[in-house]
């Protein structure tokens, strides 16, 4: 994989696990099945699809621009946006932290948080849409 020019994926690292030490998490019983290399799993595929997809769905989107109907009251997101936000959900990142019999996986909120910063970096769009989808199921609905 090429270098990500856009998030130093070292400091992310080096914040979750020298300075948070979230791997010590797996003492307790919510996170017991997690270790630092699921941690390092998830952080790899966040920044995978993130350079793979969002980011030049991003250079799309500049050019394309977002579309305002002043009549319906809506706005549409170049397609390009769809899906590259589509292969972060397909992934799993936006049930990071829901537990599992919500269809989650359980994980610690800091490295769904830190795992969201590889897609979110450049564009409030990718970030109001993820931490949306990461709030409980009850604000689920809006994005439906």
Same mark, same amino acid.
């Given at each position: 994989?090429?270098?990500?020019? &856009?998030?130093?994926?070292?400091?992310?690292?080096?914040?979750?696990?020298?300075?948070?030490?979230v791997?010590? &998490?797996?003492?307790?019983?919510?996170?017991?099945?997690?270790?630092?290399?699921?941690?390092?799993?998830?952080?790899?595929?966040?920044?995978?699809?993130?350079?793979?997809?969002?980011?030049?769905?991003?250079?799309?989107?500049?050019?394309?621009?977002?579309?305002?109907?002043?009549?319906?009251?809506?706005?549409?997101?170049?397609?390009?946006?769809?899906?590259?936000?589509?292969?972060?959900?397909?992934?799993?990142?936006t049930?990071?932290?829901?537990?599992?019999? !919500? @269809?989650?996986? @359980?994980?610690?909120?800091?490295?769904?948080?830190?795992? @969201?910063?590889?897609? !979110?970096?450049?564009?409030?769009?990718?970030?109001?849409?993820?931490?949306?989808?990461?709030?409980?199921?009850?604000?689920?609905? &809006?994005?439906?």
């Amino acid at each position: 994989m090429r270098p990500n020019l &856009l998030v130093d994926s070292r400091d992310i690292r080096f914040i979750l696990f020298e300075m948070f030490d979230v791997q010590s &998490l797996s003492q307790y019983e919510p996170y017991k099945e997690f270790d630092r290399d699921t941690y390092e799993a998830v952080l790899d595929l966040a920044e995978q699809i993130a350079m793979e997809e969002v980011y030049p769905a991003n250079t799309v989107g500049d050019k394309e621009g977002v579309q305002f109907n002043p009549e319906k009251h809506t706005v549409t997101v170049p397609q390009s946006y769809k899906k590259a936000m589509q292969a972060f959900r397909d992934a799993g990142f936006t049930g990071l932290v829901q537990p599992a019999d !919500c @269809g989650g996986m @359980g994980m610690p909120d800091d490295v769904s948080l830190y795992a @969201g910063v590889f897609p !979110c970096c450049k564009r409030s769009i990718y970030y109001l849409y993820y931490a949306i989808k990461r709030c409980h199921q009850p604000c689920a609905h &809006l994005w439906q």
